[in-house]
């Protein structure tokens, strides 16, 4: 399979690359010149590192998805991941809907009331979960559950040999092993997004009327005059994009570890660090591209 020893011999060149530079900046160069060089690779160390890193992540992310459209399909193993990234964190996503709703809609009552227009409160949670946080809240638990594993369980693999004995059988180990992750991941995330944004309205629901007093007519009245479709589409968007971040930063980290255990404890940190802090720049890149000022 061609893209199956590309995966491997850019596993093999990165290794090599990563191993020169820490050769360079490790080594106790003799004269001006060599020290210079020595001075300027460290320098340049973290800048190589990211672009190494950006570079491999788009190369093997090309590869899952052109495998993501090439037979045979691996059903069992889709549905299999399909029900580890959504149904077994539902709860975990129920959970954290339910409390954000709550809390949010207890900072906004308390908020409104200075303006005596608590009433409101049910149109701004709506708007506020649909918009920005059930899909944040979401690809975040997701990140912190899914990603983790997903880094976790591919870098044992690859460090035990097992990713090799695959290669070995003449089957591409990212169609195998990658493409159901990435398939499940973009198709989970924007489930697990609804059922956060319909979890989290009930929580503002139950604070908001049966705790503070707000008349629950007025309160799903709001909800209609403040939510348009632009808000749920642009919550779906971000939640498919998440999760598209989500196992491509995942995968490649765990595909590429190396170092033992240690190592794989390393990748899988880097992997949820990474996919957060992704997360949260995808977001801003489009609400700013999605809202109209």
């Given at each position: 399979m061609v893209f199956a020893?590309?995966?491997?011999?850019?596993?093999?060149?990165?290794?090599?690359?990563?191993?020169?530079?820490?050769?360079?900046?490790?080594?106790k160069p003799q004269g001006?010149?060599?020290?210079?060089?020595?001075?300027?690779?460290?320098?340049?160390?973290?800048?190589?590192?990211?672009?190494?890193?950006?570079?491999?992540?788009?190369?093997?992310?090309?590869?899952?998805?052109y495998w993501l459209m090439?037979?045979?399909?691996?059903?069992?193993?889709?549905?299999?991941?399909?029900?580890?990234?959504?149904?077994?964190?539902?709860?975990?996503?129920?959970?954290?809907?339910?409390?954000?709703?709550?809390?949010?809609?207890?900072?906004?009552?308390?908020?409104?009331?200075?303006?005596?227009?608590?009433?409101?409160?049910?149109?701004?949670?709506?708007?506020?979960?649909?918009?920005?946080?059930?899909?944040?809240?979401?690809?975040?638990?997701?990140?912190?559950?899914?990603?983790?594993?997903?880094?976790?369980?591919?870098?044992?693999?690859?460090?035990?040999?097992?990713?090799?004995?695959?290669?070995?059988?003449?089957?591409?180990?990212?169609?195998?092993?990658?493409?159901?992750?990435?398939?499940?991941?973009?198709?989970?995330?924007?489930?697990?997004?609804?059922?956060?944004?319909?979890?989290?309205?009930?929580?503002?629901?139950?604070?908001?009327?049966?705790?503070?007093?707000?008349?629950?007519?007025?309160?799903?009245?709001?909800?209609?005059?403040?939510?348009?479709?632009?808000?749920?589409?642009?919550?779906?968007?971000?939640?498919?994009?998440?999760?598209?971040?989500?196992?491509?930063?995942?995968?490649?980290?765990?595909?590429?570890?190396?170092?033992?255990?240690?190592?794989?404890?390393?990748?899988?940190?880097?992997?949820?660090?990474?996919?957060?802090?992704?997360?949260?720049?995808?977001?801003?890149?489009?609400?700013?591209?999605?809202?109209?000022?």
């Amino acid at each position: 399979m061609v893209f199956a020893r590309t995966s491997e011999q850019a596993y093999g060149s990165r290794g090599r690359q990563t191993g020169l530079i820490r050769a360079i900046v490790s080594s106790k160069p003799q004269g001006f010149g060599k020290q210079a060089l020595r001075a300027v690779m460290e320098l340049l160390a973290p800048v190589i590192d990211v672009l190494d890193g950006v570079g491999t992540t788009v190369q093997l992310t090309g590869q899952t998805l052109y495998w993501l459209m090439r037979k045979p399909f691996r059903v069992g193993q889709m549905v299999a991941m399909m029900d580890f990234v959504g149904v077994q964190s539902l709860f975990i996503v129920s959970l954290t809907g339910a409390f954000s709703g709550m809390v949010l809609a207890l900072q906004m009552i308390h908020a409104l009331r200075i303006f005596q227009a608590e009433t409101m409160v049910g149109g701004i949670v709506v708007v506020a979960l649909t918009r920005e946080m059930a899909p944040v809240f979401a690809g975040l638990m997701v990140t912190a559950r899914v990603g983790s594993a997903m880094a976790a369980e591919l870098g044992n693999m690859r460090v035990t040999e097992q990713i090799d004995a695959i290669t070995t059988m003449s089957v591409s180990p990212v169609q195998y092993l990658l493409t159901p992750r990435m398939f499940a991941a973009i198709t989970m995330m924007p489930l697990l997004y609804v059922v956060y944004t319909i979890i989290g309205t009930v929580g503002a629901y139950v604070v908001a009327v049966m705790w503070l007093n707000v008349d629950p007519g007025i309160f799903v009245d709001k909800i209609r005059q403040f939510t348009v479709p632009a808000d749920i589409v642009m919550g779906l968007i971000k939640s498919v994009v998440f999760g598209f971040l989500i196992s491509a930063i995942s995968c490649r980290h765990g595909f590429y570890a190396s170092g033992g255990a240690r190592g794989v404890g390393m990748a899988t940190t880097r992997a949820v660090v990474q996919s957060a802090v992704s997360i949260l720049i995808a977001n801003y890149i489009i609400t700013s591209l999605m809202t109209d000022l």
